[in-house]
């Protein structure tokens, strides 16, 4: 069973950054693909950034592009989510997710994804 914990949220104000954590075990992820969803209130759940563990193109929002940057830490199998610049509307909760690399489906759909963790809540002030 995969397990995914989340870490990091917290309060910030507008232009300040903040680095979210995502630990996942329970499975070699060398074959499944990560992303950071995220969900506001009222709203659906997005797509913030997605990857495949065994490589290939990173792929970001439109929305946080140039802003957040993921990386990994292999031995640990723990994804990271540095955000910077941030703006009253990247105030969401923030899910980290998993599935299996080979899935026909984009990186960007949120239904493709089978693992979650709990969601940590980032809160972004003006």
């Known amino acids: 069973q995969v397990q995914l914990v989340e870490s990091g949220g917290g309060l910030v104000q507008a232009g300040g950054s903040l680095r979210l954590s995502c630990a996942a075990s329970g499975r070699t992820f060398s074959n499944y693909a990560m992303g950071w969803f995220r969900q506001a209130p009222g709203k659906e759940r997005e797509f913030v950034v997605g990857f495949r563990w065994n490589g290939g193109s990173i792929y970001y929002a439109d929305s946080v592009k140039g802003r957040f940057t993921i990386s990994r830490d292999n031995a640990k199998n723990t994804v990271y989510l540095q955000m910077n610049s941030l703006k009253p509307e990247d105030t969401a909760v923030y899910y980290c997710?998993?599935?299996?690399?080979?899935?026909?489906?984009?990186?960007?759909?949120?239904?493709?994804?089978?693992?979650w963790g709990q969601g940590t809540q980032v809160t972004v002030s003006s």
């Open positions: 997710a998993a599935r299996d690399s080979k899935l026909p489906a984009g990186l960007a759909v949120v239904a493709s994804y089978n693992y």
